[in-house]
């Protein structure tokens, strides 16, 4: 038996319980991975949310797209072996003290990288890595990234900057230092970001892509208005104005490219790259699985910075 989180009913955090659920032995191309912690995305709260539906046929639904952990066992045809330590995403259940998972979806778990870094590397980086093919960022480019000290806004960072760009990143005023450090030229979002965001193209140049992780209007606004050529603007959270303005919408969702070519070819480039030492990932918080709940309800409240755990 394992302790899973599962939502028990569509709505808020309170849904969410731990219970035990029957382990399956791992089958053909499968291996049991003992967790050594669980990504958390606005993903895993969505689906349980009603925004996707309320079909009572997926109750009790298990959570958790991404994991770090340990192969307790491997099946047939899978090369990975006991004791390997490992990163997966996609999965289907990650909040849970042991999962069997496909074995195409693991990577090696990058050495330098604590277990709860290691959690939060897959789904994010995914995600940056499209955003940037979408926009086509390279080395002559002027890049905005809003949303910068989220998990997927962090890794976008780093990534436009080893791809040579110079990145101007939006967030709080308590997370500059950390995008300074990244190597981005942090502006505070809130009233008057278009005018700080003109204003810093006079150390930068015109910005000449733009990514959105935030979806709010005042992102998108600015990004229409600064970038020249809207094929070189991608949202993965504005969905509702994307088309609209003439911007790429990706991920899921009606009309989203969800690019699963690229997200699947970037799992063990991301992996290279933190094993290299030259992609961090940065944890917010960590919390127990009985705490999921807690998880969720500070994911949905804000913007933290980087990226938030469960340690089963």
Known sequence: MSRVVVA?????????????????????????????????????WKRYSGLWGTDPSRLPMRLGYEVAGVVLEAGPGVEQAVGDE???????????????????????RPAGLSWAQS????????????????????????????????GVGLLAVQLA??????????????SHDDLRQLGAHPVAYGPGLLDRLEAITAQTGPFTAALDTVGEDEALDASVALVEDRSRIA?????????????????????????????????SRLARLADEGVLDVIVSRTYPLEDAGRAHSDSRGGHPRGKLVLIP
Request: overall charge negative.
């Open 161 to 174: 900057a080893l791809a040579g760009a110079r990145v101007v990143a939006t967030a709080s005023p308590a």
């Open 86 to 108: 490992v990163i997966a995403w996609p999965v289907a259940g990650g909040y849970a003290e042991r999962l069997v998972v496909p074995a195409r979806v693991l990577a090696p």
């Open 235 to 267: 949202t993965i959270a504005g969905v509702a104005r994307a088309a609209e303005l003439g911007i790429a919408t990706l991920g899921a969702g009606a009309g989203a490219d969800p690019g699963n070519d690229i997200r699947d070819a970037a799992r």
């Open 8 to 44: 028990q009913a569509y709505g808020g955090p309170e849904a969410l319980a731990v219970v035990e659920a029957q382990e399956s032995p791992p089958g053909p191309g499968e291996a049991l991975v003992e967790v050594r912690a669980a990504g958390v995305n606005p993903a895993d």
């Open 119 to 150: 959690a939060g590397l897959l789904l994010s980086g995914a995600a940056a890595v499209h955003l940037l093919a979408a926009t086509r960022v390279g080395p002559d480019d002027v890049v905005l990234v809003h949303g910068g000290s989220g």
